[in-house]
């Protein structure tokens, strides 16, 4: 059974750990990420190389689908269900099994453990998209941790930046 692993999460939610986990339950297993390009030769993280990063990462995965890899882990943010629906089509086009694994983490506890030079604001607008975006219900989805709630009251992105980090 061909599967694919869909990870998702905020930036230090911890799925490169869970990802290298799940790797490690089958001897055919591959991961794929954005960061695999990004960091590429010594590079440093870079907003400007996202796209580009991105897009190499899915090419990545068509190819280990398109060659049958019986397990593939996309390690990825995928707050958005527009991220993931491209995934997804891969999916139906080489007849996988489909999972969303998604990580929940209070932002701050994300912040502090994340490893790209992204200030604590991005790190909860990510968690704010993540909260805000529902997934399909036809999707197999396994959650792991809380999902973190914005407060009706913040009235501000501030504000809610401000609550994040009590």
């Avoid at 995965?61 to 049958?68: D, K, L, T």
């Avoid at 993931?84 to 929940?104: G, M, P, S």
């Avoid at 999902?147 to 501030?158: D, G, L, T």
Wanted: glycine share 4%.
């Amino acid at each position: 059974m061909k599967h694919l692993i869909l990870m998702r999460g905020i930036p230090g939610s911890g799925k490169s750990t869970e990802a290298e986990i799940l790797r490690g339950l089958s001897s055919f297993s591959s991961i794929v990420s954005a960061d695999f390009h990004m960091y590429a030769d010594g590079q440093e993280w870079s907003a400007s190389r996202l796209v580009e990063c991105h897009e190499r990462c899915f090419q990545s995965c068509r190819a280990f689908m398109a060659s049958e890899s019986p397990l593939v882990i996309v390690d990825n943010t995928n707050t958005l269900v527009s991220e993931i629906r491209a995934y997804y089509d891969l999916v139906v086009r080489y007849d996988y099994h489909f999972t969303v694994y998604q990580i929940h983490v209070n932002p701050h506890t994300a912040h502090t453990r994340c490893r790209h030079s992204i200030s604590f604001d991005v790190v909860v607008r990510y968690a704010r998209r993540m909260w805000c975006e529902r997934l399909p219900a036809e999707w197999n989805v396994w959650t792991k941790g809380t999902p973190w709630k914005p407060k009706k009251e913040a009235q501000s992105p501030e504000d809610e930046i401000e609550r994040a980090r009590r």
